[in-house]
């Protein structure tokens, strides 16, 4: 059964913190994503990887950073936490042509 | 901007009715069209995917897709209210390292 995997559910944040989100996926997949879904605002792309080492920005990539040193590993990077950053965090991987995506359960991230 | 545009609903059917839920998109060389369902509090789930124009059934869905008016619709026939959830239309350029481009969603409400 396939399987994204993010490393927390709920996480709660202090403003000017540095937070990293982990995704870990089991499927050998190339490109994997990181959304943020906000009520009203859908699913908005925040940075995507196609390969290891590779990174391309989405919609929304100011105040994110990401890393992709392993194949199955995809982290996304808050460098300093804001209240505007608190959201559901959804963490997706594909295929070759990054179509068919598989979401992790999500992370609830909420900064204080 | 390539854009997905969705009603956002509600969407209001009886149980054993049919849902229509329609999506269209900007960006003319789409190739691949997709829809996922969402159940509140979980993550996307991908259910129909389709390529050329015409009809696709699976099960109780068919996805319908008409390229020349930019046009994706799914349908959901003898609804349950198990199938009360948002619909995710998504559009992919068919490319490698692109990533898809996902509408607002549409919330059905299957009432028994």
């Known amino acids: 059964d396939v399987k994204v995997t993010q490393s927390s559910r709920y996480l709660v944040k202090r403003t000017g913190e540095k937070v990293f989100l982990e995704c870990v996926q089991d499927m050998d997949h190339e490109n994997m994503f990181w959304y943020r879904q906000d009520p009203g605002l859908g699913l908005r792309l925040i940075y995507f990887s196609y390969d290891v080492k590779m990174k391309e920005k989405g919609d929304i990539p100011e105040g994110y950073s990401v890393s992709r040193e392993k194949k199955e590993r995809f982290s996304l990077i808050l460098e300093s936490a804001s209240t505007n950053q608190t959201s559901m965090y959804l963490c997706a991987s594909a295929g070759p042509l990054g179509e068919k995506l598989f979401f992790g359960s999500g992370t609830q991230l909420s900064v204080l | 901007q390539k854009e997905v545009e969705q009603n956002s609903g509600p969407l209001s059917v009886p149980e054993g009715a049919i849902a229509s839920l329609n999506c269209t998109y900007s960006?003319?060389?789409?190739?691949?069209f997709f829809w996922y369902r969402q159940y509140s509090g979980k993550s996307p789930e991908l259910i129909m995917s389709i390529y050329s124009n015409g009809d696709k059934e699976d099960g109780r869905f068919t996805a319908q897709l008409n390229k020349a008016s930019q046009y994706v619709s799914l349908l959901i026939r003898d609804s349950q209210p198990s199938d009360s959830a948002t619909y995710l239309c998504a559009v992919s350029s068919g490319q490698a390292g692109t990533a898809l481009i996902f509408g607002k969603g549409t919330t059905l409400s299957v009432s028994s």
């Open positions: 960006d003319r060389v789409s190739q691949s």
